[in-house]
């Protein structure tokens, strides 16, 4: 069993920057593939980035390539999404999520899950 929790969500404006947190509890959290993903009002929940165990492969979406960046610390037991350039259309909730299948990362379908955490892109 993993419990996610996530952390630094807020109102940020255009170009701007975040960074957001998912500190996890769980024995066998380092094992797990960590994702971040996110949700629209009105939108499904879309993958946005994932990292493996020992941090040495990531993954990201197309619409953040080149603006996020996913890292972890397995001795804090917690994974972070570093936002740059942030724009309108990243407002969602992003949530935190942890499965021991790239499968099921790219597919949305992780075993555990965080609640959440709201950014909002706005002048």
């Known amino acids: 069993q993993v419990q996610l929790v996530e952390s630094g969500g807020r109102l940020v404006q255009p170009g701007g920057s975040l960074r957001l947190s998912c500190a996890a509890s769980?024995?066998?959290?380092?094992?797990?593939?960590m994702g971040w993903f996110r949700q629209a009002p009105g939108k499904e929940r879309e993958f946005v980035a994932a990292?493996?165990?020992?941090?040495?492969?990531?993954d990201y979406a197309d619409p953040v390539k080149g603006r996020f960046t996913i890292s972890r610390d397995n001795a804090k037991n917690t994974v972070y999404l570093q936002m740059n350039t942030l724009k309108p259309e990243d407002t969602a909730v992003y949530h935190c999520?942890?499965?021991?299948?790239?499968?099921?990362?790219?597919?949305?379908?992780?075993?555990?899950w965080g609640q959440g955490t709201q950014v909002t892109v706005s002048s």
């Open positions: 769980g024995r066998t959290y380092s094992v797990y593939i």
């Open positions: 990292v493996d165990w020992a941090g040495a492969i990531t």
């Open positions: 999520a942890a499965d021991s299948s790239w499968y099921r990362i790219l597919s949305c379908r992780a075993d555990y």
